[in-house]
């Protein structure tokens, strides 16, 4: 049965996308069987494998409105042991069309649920926003990681993302954790970054995983080459980092 982690911040430019590219194909890397879903409608995780996502016609928002059904919705290989099911800008607009469907929490669960059993691990990259996409996501999923940038402003709306994490726990999704928190854009050249590590250990109960992701020119150059970046440059330290936050993940039961 395939372990399901949602990748969420409702906070945007915090590396989310980036940790869910290159997460899953590292993870993927070392053997595992990864599906990799974009409930982003930005669909920059679809990009990110260079799939022309606006030429598609089965994406997760037909599967969300039941106009495809989710094996249909897949697109295999995308990297090896990867496939993914795409996003693009329409997904924007299923949120007014679910308004009246019922449990519409559950949509995305009652559709993974068929397929599970066919992936080591799951792993769904979330709006940056607290939306009916994200809770779709929760409920589906068994935990949530949180990439946080090592800036100022790191720790705003954290707490409000661990209530939200919570409140999905206790109303819809009992089985719900923090899968922890990995700090992204870490630049060793400054006091603040570590700074801000140091000030979020302090305040957060949750798991905070020891690997942290570089800031790193080559990791923000990959997306537009339609790459993970332990593909576009293995030797990096951002396919370092990548690769150790997997091995990290996959030492968690």
Request: one cysteine or more.
């Amino acid at each position: 049965m395939g372990r399901v982690i949602a990748i969420a911040n409702q906070k945007g430019g915090v590396g989310k996308t980036t940790t869910a590219i290159n997460l899953a194909a590292a993870v993927a890397k070392k053997g595992k069987k990864v599906l990799l879903i974009d409930m982003d409608p930005q669909g920059n995780t679809t990009s990110g494998f260079g799939i022309e996502k606006n030429e598609l016609d089965d994406t997760v928002y037909e599967l969300m409105l039941g106009e495809c059904p989710i094996k249909q919705c897949i697109i295999p290989d995308v990297y090896e042991n990867l496939s993914i099911i795409p996003s693009n800008v329409n997904l924007a607009a299923a949120e007014i069309e679910l308004i009246d469907t019922d449990r519409k929490e559950f949509v995305l669960k009652n559709e993974v649920d068929w397929i599970k059993d066919q992936y080591d691990y799951i792993f769904i990259d979330c709006p940056p926003s607290l939306s009916m996409l994200t809770v779709n996501a929760m409920t589906t999923a068994e935990s949530v990681l949180v990439p946080i940038q090592c800036e100022f402003y790191a720790m705003e709306g954290l707490s409000q993302l661990i209530h939200t994490v919570n409140l999905v726990k206790e109303r819809l999704n009992p089985i719900l954790t923090m899968e922890g928190v990995v700090f992204t854009m870490y630049d060793s050249r400054t006091n603040l970054s570590q700074d801000v590590v140091d000030s979020v250990k302090e305040a957060l109960e949750e798991r905070i995983f020891e690997t942290t992701i570089p800031r790193n020119v080559r990791l923000a150059e990959a997306p537009s080459y339609g790459k993970p970046i332990i593909d576009y440059d293995p030797k990096s330290a951002g396919a370092e980092s990548y690769l150790k936050l997997a091995d990290e993940l996959l030492r968690i039961k």
